[in-house]
């Protein structure tokens, strides 16, 4: 059973940082690719942020320049450092992960940037 476990969430200031972790946990041979997306109130779900196990890496544009999302394959660990938050940048944020052929959600965490 596999299963991602985040961390990370808060509520800060605009132009702040946070950094949110997630881990993979369970059976898992490899990992594809892991990523981040994130779902506002009244939004569909959207891609904030993804990185292939060669270490190739994809941006939403509105985060490109303040966000940066990395990885230790070692540890099965995906984080995603926030920077110059904007009150925009509100939302739940969801871990993903391809494993196999599966695609995995974590549970969400809140972001919450106060103006």
């Known amino acids: 059973q596999v299963q991602l476990v985040e961390s990370g969430g808060g509520l800060v200031q605009a132009g702040g940082s946070l950094r949110l972790s997630c881990a993979a946990t369970?059976?898992?041979?490899?990992?594809?690719?892991m990523g981040w997306y994130r779902q506002a109130p009244g939004k569909q779900r959207e891609l904030v942020a993804t990185?292939?196990?060669?270490?190739?890496?994809n941006y939403a544009d509105s985060v490109k320049g303040r966000f940066t999302i990395s990885r230790d394959n070692a540890k099965n660990t995906v984080y995603l450092q926030m920077n110059s938050l904007k009150s925009e940048d509100t939302a739940v944020y969801y871990c993903?992960?391809?494993?196999?052929?599966?695609?995995?959600w974590g549970q969400g965490t809140q972001v919450t940037v106060s103006s």
């Open positions: 993903n992960a391809l494993i196999g052929v599966y695609y995995y």
């Open positions: 369970g059976s898992i041979f490899s990992i594809a690719a």
């Open positions: 990185m292939s196990s060669g270490g190739s890496t």
